[in-house]
């Protein structure tokens, strides 16, 4: 078994790397071996000196500090894997550190912008149903496209108001706003029945063909209602997740329940929206206050 296949199912059965991040980690770590096969070199007897000649590469080659930061942790990744297999017995990526990655606060709507994106659909529509459903979920809850699309049936319970979430061998429950309980009990009871394939079909969320919706074909639907609503912010379905959490932030949710809610493993990744938050009030400060 090469080194490739063997780190591909280390991060799938030992990491559980979620599907984004076994695609990125294996794609670093196979541009960085065929960097050392035309260095002469093999990932087993490269030195931490050979790691850092080819972040220099990278970064020569016009790679963004973000790209060239993925990277170094995708082969710290591989590394600990050689090291776990006895194939390496020190991580020449450990000391390795590129430049600082300037992390950018994410773009999100306001309220108005909200409402108005979440009209767009038409409910009498069989499509602009299941449409307004999603996007009342996915307002509702702060959920990751995956994490929407993966959704089957018997995650929801409408009686509740709540919906139950897997990622990464972890289960949340996260509760629904009314309006959301409505669009989804419409679509489900009424549309859903119409679009499926088959009846043992466990998707929650169907295409027009009757099977699971895709990442894609979400973007899409995204992009569809954004044109429509003529909002010139560039949305993406993780625009509605960090307006969910800033939104919440904003009327006094505190960062541990956001946290959870999104299903951040560390809060330093929820702490992003404190700061969003921080820099609206200093924004209205500097607007308002007559001697700002």
Request: charge should be positive; glycine fraction near 6%.
């Amino acid at each position: 078994m090469d080194l490739l296949t063997g780190y591909e199912r280390y991060l799938k059965t030992e990491k559980k790397a979620s599907a984004n991040t076994l695609s990125s980690y294996l794609r670093d770590v196979c541009q960085y071996l065929h960097w050392l096969e035309g260095e002469g070199l093999s990932a087993v007897l490269a030195a931490q000196d050979d790691v850092e000649r080819y972040v220099k590469y990278l970064s020569g080659k016009g790679k963004s500090v973000a790209t060239v930061t993925r990277s170094v942790a995708s082969l710290r990744s591989f590394y600990n894997y050689l090291i776990g297999t006895g194939q390496v017995t020190v991580n020449p990526a450990r000391g390795i550190t590129s430049a600082r990655v300037e992390r950018k606060l994410p773009q999100i709507l306001t309220g108005k912008e909200v409402d108005l994106f979440l009209d767009q659909p038409d409910p009498s529509d069989p499509k602009g149903c299941r449409d307004k459903a999603m996007l009342e979920l996915l307002y509702a809850t702060g959920i990751r496209v995956s994490e929407l699309i993966g959704l089957d049936t018997d995650h929801v319970s409408l009686s509740v108001g709540f919906i139950r979430c897997s990622s990464r061998n972890r289960e949340r429950i996260i509760p629904i706003y009314p309006a959301a309980v409505r669009a989804l009990a419409d679509y489900m009871d009424h549309v859903r029945p119409q679009m499926i394939e088959h009846p043992d079909e466990r998707a929650l969320f169907v295409n027009m063909s009757g099977e699971r919706m895709s990442r894609q074909g979400f973007w899409k639907i995204i992009k569809h209602y954004q044109e429509k609503a003529e909002i010139h912010k560039d949305i993406t379905p993780h625009t509605l997740r960090h307006s969910f959490a800033a939104h919440l932030l904003e009327n006094g949710a505190d960062l541990r329940s956001i946290q959870e809610m999104l299903g951040h493993a560390d809060i330093s990744s929820t702490q992003i929206y404190a700061q969003l938050v921080n820099q609206k009030i200093k924004d209205v400060y500097n607007k308002a206050h007559p001697r700002a």
